[in-house]
């Protein structure tokens, strides 16, 4: 229990810390514990994310008998006046059932990223709509957007291309199968004020709508950030290569791609191998790392954020 104190305390430090002219301060959102990690022993079942007010416990095991209730009776008193509400998911359970254990969960609730915001829905589905591991890839899009044409595939609730327009992005197109995580991307753009001129949402299946997603472009940055595992959808393994034969036609003039994978069972190099074989005239140019919250005993079980450049299509 030690280092969630621990963790709990040094936010509320940050709170603390920050200049009393200052009414309302505001802080990031970040994961307080990544116990999946395994570098804490004894907590490899729990992850912990802050979400101002919200505290928000993913357990993907049953925790030990009582576990819930030693760690109300000792946190408590690092929760309050900042942190609002506690609650738990239980992974592990089919359906992913969530409980408030402690407070009340507020009406909205949102992920914070500096100046801009995302809409979260905790506790209705499995995933909260915003992925805090994803932050490298976020802060290496916002150095490379301005005055580009970016493609979100696989956009989910489109943080991405908040991020893109927000730093200055020409066009993003973002594709997904879910029209209702494009909804939440919709909502998400005008939450942060952003030109409605500068975004496109399609709700297609991207391995059968080239065709379609080929003719708003071209493109200058691409990302690719599927579903591991989704029999049905998108099975990394064996449809990551028809992703990337694909780019030198979304992209003839050349670009970036920012390929993501979050699949332990799967290397730094199965990524490399695919564009070697599907994309042979594309280049490596880097593995993002991994942030610092999201700590794994096997860097290769982190999520995966390459970059690779795409030259311009030879005439």
Request: glycine residues 6%.
């Amino acid at each position: 229990m030690q280092p969630i104190l621990a963790r709990l305390q040094a936010l509320q430090d940050q709170f603390l810390s920050a200049p009393s002219s200052e009414s309302s301060v505001v802080i990031d959102s970040y994961r307080l514990l990544h116990g999946r990690g395994k570098t804490v022993a004894g907590l490899e079942f729990v992850c912990i994310d802050f979400f101002q007010p919200l505290l928000l416990l993913t357990c993907y095991q049953e925790p030990p008998a009582h576990w819930l209730d030693e760690f109300l009776q000792q946190a408590t008193p690092l929760l309050s006046p900042h942190i609002h509400a506690v609650l738990v998911q239980h992974r592990y359970i089919a359906g992913a059932p969530a409980e408030v254990i402690w407070g009340q969960l507020p009406e909205k609730i949102y992920a914070r990223r500096g100046e801009l915001q995302f809409v979260l829905h905790p506790g209705q589905q499995q995933n909260t709509g915003f992925f805090l591991d994803m932050e490298p890839g976020r802060r290496w899009l916002k150095q490379q957007a301005a005055d580009k044409r970016v493609l979100n595939l696989f956009a989910y609730t489109c943080a991405f291309s908040v991020v893109a327009i927000a730093a200055g992005a020409e066009k993003v197109v973002n594709v997904d199968m879910s029209s209702r995580a494009l909804q939440i991307g919709r909502d998400n753009h005008m939450l942060n004020q952003l030109n409605k001129k500068s975004s496109e949402f399609l709700a297609e299946n991207i391995l059968k709508s080239w065709g379609r997603i080929k003719k708003r472009g071209p493109y200058d940055i691409v990302i690719l950030d599927p579903p591991s595992y989704q029999p049905g959808s998108f099975v990394a393994q064996k449809d990551y290569a028809r992703l990337v034969r694909r780019l030198p036609e979304l992209m003839p003039q050349g670009g970036l791609v920012l390929a993501c994978l979050n699949a332990p069972e799967l290397t730094t190099e199965f990524l490399i191998d695919v564009f070697s074989h599907e994309c042979p005239t594309g280049t490596y140019e880097e593995r993002l790392v991994p942030s610092a919250d999201f700590p794994d005993v096997n860097p290769e079980q982190q999520l995966k954020l390459l970059v690779f450049r795409v030259p311009p299509v030879a005439v």
